[in-house]
């Protein structure tokens, strides 16, 4: 299989594809009833229009909120009353969740028909039948194992021990995320060394090559391999392809701005024959090029099917028209884009935005609406969510739903007093307010690496534990026994020395605590613990980000406190780290007000909607324009669509929010309204 992108799509037939229907059963004219009662009347036009386009490629542009999976359901219907067989109908989507129920509407329709239905399918679970019936062919065996992410990386750690390479030379998760990167676009392991544009890449090669050939051996495949080797063996076997097209004689595809490379060979190949493939997206809800993701597919769709129909789903039933007319003001600034302008059909508020002197006085701003919303208007919890656009922001929003006990789910994503590098950070500060706390001694002796290795700490802790002494007085009795090394028991000796210095300044009276914390991370140098963790440059700023949270918090207790001191702070912080009647929960549907990243809200809707950050270097963030620097606009048009999915997950009432200063590494920093604030200023009322 070549590791160079190809489209499948461009073999245009000698004529356009035809399609001759059976005669209609009796009684089931056009517009009549359909199976399990579906009727086409319940359709708007452009609705109705999409459900009955049957033959050849349908492109169906499903703006927000206007029904696009009600169209790919009632298609179906309508296939299946015109008489095609459901068991050669496939329906492809992203999500188990959104195939679960697209097969409930279709059973809706369908009533009790068992032995035939569409096959309706994600992207992966399509690729495990295609490849449980023809993987041999590639070397597999049938019965292959699907490796999870703890496999992979026991699978990605023996690779590199195989080829000799430290983890400071590449750590295993970072070799899994560079092979899922190849993988996605096709790169096979034998011509991933050509794709390498640095060391760290041709160690990279290395170990994709011995990763693979170690699951070949075990007879096992990782999620990615479901892709890569569905589209090798369509590339490499003809007659396996051919069986697999005869298989399906009408295709949609939901979300279709969402596939990746693979994805879009996959579908490409298999329609090839009849070029019966409807998809349905919104390029204006593109947001996960990131993971892979090419709009560039929905976006010239008609190059690939020159004789492809268009059909523009434009009523939204979701959002007030108000909330829409912004929506469409800001998108429009996309010049990659399809053309297209959404209508809504109810009023409401005009959206607001609300400027705050900084990041916490939106967060106690935001929140003391939410909490007269909920305790004084009755409004359910659940109809609120607010929208972020980094993991980082939701802190202070926390902080604040905690302390007026208002119930808050964080959705997709940890909380932050849940972060690795919040937890050491606060191991550290209860150290230095109580040295005795041995559980948080324990955690940070050697975070960053200071030479005082696992077995030295074992060993210390074992001779504690049967002297019933602390750690620290042990040292002496570990060291003359030969336990420990004289090297272990300096490096011992200077954290000890350390932690006695900051001990004193912390607790002296009148000490800056958040200046004080800022130069002990400064100290230790706990940046080279997060180059050691991640790899990636955005992923080192986005956990730098979060330090510069945790010293932003013990500021802002000090601003609060009459008489601030560290154990107090510690004591607030462990009170409502325990509350977790008012923390995150594992079901969505539960009575709180959603905290969620934008990322994380795409495909979900709520009554009212606060947008939050919209700053440059926020929304749209950093890394985006510094790409646009360097020429690379692309990146601005995603954050760009990500706002407008934000924007149009508000039912009813939207909020937009931003602070016109923000802390920054322990330095309040006068911040810049986003560019789609400007945009959109035709639309909204400050």
């Known amino acids: 299989m070549s590791s160079t992108p190809y489209s499948p799509f461009l073999s245009t037939p000698a004529s356009k594809p035809g399609f001759t229907p059976p005669p209609k059963p009796s009684g089931a004219a056009g517009g009549g009833q359909r199976p399990g009662g579906a009727s086409l009347d319940e359709l708007n ?17 499903a703006g927000a909120g206007t029904g696009k999976t009600r169209v790919i359901t009632f298609r179906m219907a309508e296939m299946i009353r015109s008489g095609i067989d459901p068991n050669r109908i496939l329906s492809v989507t992203f999500t188990n969740k959104a195939a679960k129920e697209m097969a409930e509407r279709m059973s809706h329709f369908l009533g009790r028909r068992p032995s035939s ?33 703890g496999d992979q990386e026991s699978a990605a750690r023996k690779a590199l021990r195989d080829i000799k390479v430290t983890d400071a030379a590449l750590k295993p998760a970072d070799l899994l995320g560079q092979i899922s990167r190849w993988k996605m676009v096709g790169v096979l392991p034998e011509l991933a060394a050509e794709y390498a544009d640095d060391d760290k890449g041709f160690l ?64 490409g190949s298999l329609v090839k024959p009849h070029r019966n493939l409807c998809v349905v997206g919104d390029d204006d809800q593109s947001i996960y090029g990131w993971r892979g ?17 268009v059909v523009r789903l434009q009523d939204n039933y979701r959002c007030t028209g108000e909330i829409i007319r912004l929506a469409n003001q800001l998108v429009k600034h996309n010049r990659g884009r399809h053309d297209k302008t959404l209508v809504a059909h109810k009023d409401g508020p005009t959206p607001c935005v609300k400027p705050y002197a900084d990041e916490q006085t939106e967060a106690e701003g935001v929140v003391r609406e939410i909490n007269y919303l909920v305790k004084e208007l009755k409004v359910p919890p659940q109809d609120i969510a607010i929208l972020f656009r980094t993991n980082e922001q939701p802190r202070l929003f926390e902080t604040e739903l905690r302390r007026v006990r208002v119930p808050y789910q964080l959705v997709g994503g940890q909380s932050f007093f849940d972060r690795k590098e919040v937890r050491d950070v606060m191991a550290y500060l209860k150290v230095l307010s109580n040295p005795q706390d041995e559980v948080s001694l324990l955690r940070i002796i050697n975070t960053p690496q200071r030479g005082i290795g696992d077995a030295s700490t074992s060993k210390l802790l074992n001779r504690a534990v049967k002297s019933g002494r602390k750690i620290w007085d042990v040292i002496p009795d570990a060291l003359a026994e030969k336990e420990i090394t004289q090297k272990t028991a300096k490096a011992i000796e200077q954290f000890r020395h350390l932690m006695v210095g900051y001990h004193q300044r912390f607790n002296a009276s009148g000490a800056r605590l958040g200046e004080t914390l800022q130069q002990l991370l400064h100290e230790i140098d706990y940046e080279s613990e997060i180059e050691k963790q991640y790899k990636a440059a955005d992923q080192q700023l986005a956990r730098s980000a979060v330090l ?18 560290l154990t107090e702070f510690l004591d607030q912080t462990s009170l409502n780290g325990n509350d977790r009647s008012f923390g995150e929960d594992d079901s969505f549907e539960q009575s709180a007000v959603k905290l969620m990243t934008l990322h994380s809200a795409k495909g979900l809707e709520f009554p009212r909607v606060y947008l939050v950050g919209l700053e440059e270097g926020l929304l749209p963030h950093k890394r985006s324009i510094t790409d646009e620097l360097e020429n690379n606009p692309a990146a ?35 911040t810049k309204p986003s560019r789609f604030l400007v945009e959109m200023q035709r639309a909204i009322r400050e």
């Open 45 to 61: 036009p452009s609705q109705r229009d999409a459900a009955k386009t049957l033959d050849g490629p349908l492109l169906v542009l």
């Open 117 to 149: 239905r569409p096959v309706i399918s994600t992207f992966h679970s399509l690729c495990v039948r295609i490849l449980r019936e023809e993987i041999e062919a590639l070397g597999y065996p049938s019965k292959f194992v699907i490796y999870d992410r």
């Open 204 to 267: 990279a090669s290395s170990g994709y090559r011995r990763y693979q050939q170690s699951l070949r051996a075990s007879g096992a495949v990782d999620f990615d391999d479901l892709l890569l080797l569905t589209a090798q063996l369509f590339d490499q076997f003809p007659d396996v392809l051919a069986r697999q097209q005869k298989k399906f004689e009408k295709v949609q595809i939901d979300e279709y701005q969402d596939t990746n490379e693979m994805q879009f060979q996959i579908i």
């Open 293 to 309: 993701a090419e709009v560039k597919h929905i976006l010239s769709f008609q190059q690939h099917f020159p004789e492809a129909k």
């Open 548 to 565: 510069d949270e945790c010293i932003s918090a013990l500021r802002e207790y000090e601003q609060k406190s009459a008489k601030p001191s």
């Open 636 to 670: 601005i048009e995603e954050e760009r669509r990500l706002a407008y999915v934000g924007i149009t997950r508000a039912k009813d009432v939207l909020t937009i929010s931003y602070a016109q200063t923000r802390m920054k590494w322990g330095k309040r920093s006068t």
